[in-house]
DNA sequence: ATGAAAGCGCTAACAC
DNA sequence: GTGTTAGCGCTTTCAT
């Protein structure tokens, strides 16, 4: 079909219109230096044989490539949403993405590898689970923007949420709400999960209420909310903030299950029984069926951060601090309501 | 930090092991033609200078690049799953994937294009919305295989999962449990939606249903669902079959909400009341709370018959036929169970 | 088994 | 403004 004929090539265009590869270069790029009547010739010509320039070439020949590496996770539904504010900021400063895919059979160390040999330059890793010393070997390479985790390693950039004050939030929410009697349904060793715990405690002990402190082990999964539920059960407390959606709605299910009051669909407020705070806003959260009070996380400042960050490290400029520090808001559901006292 | 030492070539390997820059190429890729004791030699030196090979000057060579383009929508949580089961296929047969997202802000025409600056040697397009016209313009340049949609034009190759037929499984489902007045929620113009409206109504035909036939107008959102229940209400039907999860899930929620029994949470049977089919088994409806029944597309296969078909074409090998057509299954979860008469 | 030379398609310096 | 000359880093003949 497309068999025989060779790609239309640079020197084809310019051979066609009459002019050095150079000054049809000049031209294609946009670059100033080419006469508006050469200018117009070239362009149409390039039009009229359909010609697409190679970046290979491209790239190989300039000295900048302009490209930024970026990893991310197909399992995390919240990496797609940053993928779009990444596309709009790095367009924004005239960068170009270069996408490297993380699946259940294709790690993290093989989706770097793709992006060092496309010579990008700097990578922006999403959640990165390398160990910290393999991220400072690949930041003695070329600039590293590590997202959504911290990372205690001077040459790696980090840009992620203020999880403590996510947590804080949330029982702020709940504690202007009445609330009293709060649990942590904890994420263990999972990234951010230290940050989250530690803000739920912050929060509790600032309201006076350290005492009732209290952290259930949990996880990432609706299975770790379950089996926290089930903890809970024999004395459960009025609210509950959680690690996660995900853990947040198995722990809402379980509640449910057992005649406590449930959240209310189609945006009705929930009054009494358990209050949940989720965190995420995953795409999930928002569905009528489960319409989960949570934190969100800025999308467009992580994802502007992490470019202006890149690109900074990139040309050089300096930069204040290693961390850039997102502020997350709470969005409020249906699964937080006063406390009814008894 | 990375400033001035440039980056090591496969000069500067063979330089250091002393040999030409072609055997050190030969080793480097692996080829055949080398001695045991130079390989070793070769491989250690790279090793240590820490090459890596510049992916723009090997394609640039390369007569083939071993590149498939793979256009997917950040929006459609399904794509991320399908780009897990391409990167298994391509990789099994010695084929790289770059990507090149779509999102609410960067449209198909420009992911594609940036692709044909990759010089891939074939595209994959996820359910790409360009007309019909654009995409048999863009397979006269190099093969194009459209996913989860039809294309009416022989140029343009396909791989999409039996709609129709996945519709018919949902209805033979229901009929199975004694369900007769069955309503299919409609998807209008979206891709996909004709094919799940006619297996619908060729099942219902099939089992002597068709005087029972009836089409509501509904949507890919939540909010059509929903909708779409409020017209059901008066007069409510023992179960629906839905174009898509998001929309059942609106629709459930809506029966929910004016007392119609609904789905049974923590993986239990719903007995009695309108059961509820939805369609593509997107991630949240497995979670407890949501627990619907749905027709699944086989990620798997869709993606091997998207890899070898885009391969087929590059590599000239004679196809049979033009379209892919997987088989659906039916994931029977909670939201479908026995009809109650009366 | 190894090396020399050519060149993929393009951009960057420098001449004119 | 425009053309000429050199490569970018690699693979690919074709010698040896």
Redesign the pocket.
Known sequence: MQSGE??T???DVAAEA??????A??V??G?A???A???ERVLEVAQRLG?Q??SR??L?????TRLLGVVFDVRHPFHTDLLTGLYDAAGAVGYELTLSAVTPRRDERTAIGGLLQDRCEALILFSPRSRTADLAALAARLPVVAMMRTVRQRAVDVVRTDDTRGSELAVDHLVDLGHRRIVHIDGGALPGAAERRRGYQDAMRRHDLGDLIRVIPGGSGEDDGARAAERLLPDPPTAVTVFNDLSATGLLDVLRGHGHPVPGGGGQRFHGGVSVVGYDDSSFSRLAHINLTTVAQDVAALAAGAVRRAVARIEGTDVEHREVVIEPRLIIRGTSGPAVPG
């Open positions: 060779r790609r090539t640079l020197a009459g002019v050095s590869v150079a000054l270069s000049i294609i790029r670059a230096g080419a006469g009547a050469t200018r010609y320039p190679d070439a491209r190989l020949r300039s000295v900048r």
